[in-house]
């Protein structure tokens, strides 16, 4: 009976293989780069190419520093290195030390040429770019049946708006009659009258992703009459289909988020907007009954009979004051007329002569005042409190003041 390995000792035994491979340990590898990867660890993951074969190749982040330039999709480089088993995997890889550039890949070219044409004749021009609608019902999708795409897309649409309508039209998104397959899927679709069309397919190679880069395919996306969503590979992947399409997603995934609206989202936005209106709503209402009030007030503040009754408090006011100020200045009055009086009283003759006192006056009634004024025999009146007397000088006595 033959003996059985494990598979660690295959691997084990080919690596030791290589090992001792005197080649294999440092060699130049001419080829194009192709599904170029760059990890956040800093290692870089490619394939060597050429018309017959491929070939596995890393560079890892500290054989970097010699490398002063971008590795791209159709670079044709040599790559200088040594090929190993990576015994976990049991599959061998060149490991690079130095990579330089020769020139551009067949592939690559093509895509430059074709990308070069089309722009000239305006199928890149921002002014053909038809706006995404907001809210999307309807959302057709171009890509093989299969794939990962198609099942992004679906649980995508389904958690963000499980209301919107796909449809799917299956396409070869690989091969040489690809670029067929998906012409026809634009147009079938664009005849269906959808809101929004996404075509694409997930990462790979250049070549994988060739049938995005055909004019055929260009041209049914800048035809369509609905908004096309391109959606090609990776984020770092771009085709001829992601420059003529009115927008761009980096992923299927992503494109499924242009398209399909965020219902809850949009819910909860409808709910804000709801109540933002109703608080608007009761605030004018508050402002308005408020004004109705001031208007009802004015109103009758206004109306005749109420006019009527104002100005009559008023004028009863103003009778009240003015019987008031009346009665203050009789009483006033009354007191400066008893003060004169008491006055005038006290200067008048009759009270002095009512005292004991006379009044003489003479003949023709002019008043006697001093014994100058009198002679004797003269005829005198003599007015006292409850009469007159008439008497008649016999002699004027003089007082003699020294």
Known sequence: ???????????????????????????????EISNCKYHTSGHIYFTLKDKSGTLSAVMFA????GLNFQLQEGQQVIVTGSVDVYERDGRYQLYAREIRREGTGDLYERFV??????????????EYKQPLPRYAMTVGVVTAPTGA???????????????????LCPALVQGDQARYSIAAGIRTLDSMGLDVIIVGRGGGSIEDLWAFNEEMVAR????????????????????IADYVADMRAPTPSAAAELAVFDYRQFEAQMNQYRDMLTKA????????????????????????RYQLR????????????????????????????ALLSGR???????????????????????RIGSVNQARPGQQLSVRLADGTLKTKITEVCPLNIQ
Do not use: W
């Open 344 to 366: 005038l009283k006290g200067l008048s003759p009759l009270e002095r002569i009512s005292g004991g006192f006379g009044f003489l006056t003479g003949e023709e009634g002019e």
């Open 1 to 31: 009976m033959a003996s059985v390995y494990s598979v660690t000792q295959v691997n084990s035994y080919i690596r030791n293989m290589f090992v001792q491979d005197y080649l294999l340990k440092r060699l130049s590898v001419r080829g």
């Open 62 to 65: 500290g054989q970097r520093k």
């Open 281 to 304: 709503m009761s605030g004018c209402l508050e402002r308005k009954k408020h004004r109705l009030e001031e208007c009802r007030l004015r109103l009758r503040a206004g109306h005749p």
């Open 149 to 167: 795409a198609i099942r992004d897309i679906m649980n995508i649409s389904a958690r963000r708006n499980p209301y919107v309508q796909l449809v």
């Open 113 to 126: 040429q074709l990308r070069s044409e089309l722009e000239e004749m305006g199928m890149f021009a921002a």
């Open 220 to 239: 049914a996306i800048f035809e369509c009459s609905t908004p096309v969503i391109s959606a090609v590979g990776h984020e770092t992947d771009v085709t």
């Open 310 to 337: 104002e100005k009559s408090q008023h004028l009863a006011d103003i009778q009240d004051r003015m019987e008031a100020l009346m009665a203050e200045k009789l009483t006033d009055r009354k007191h400066r007329l």
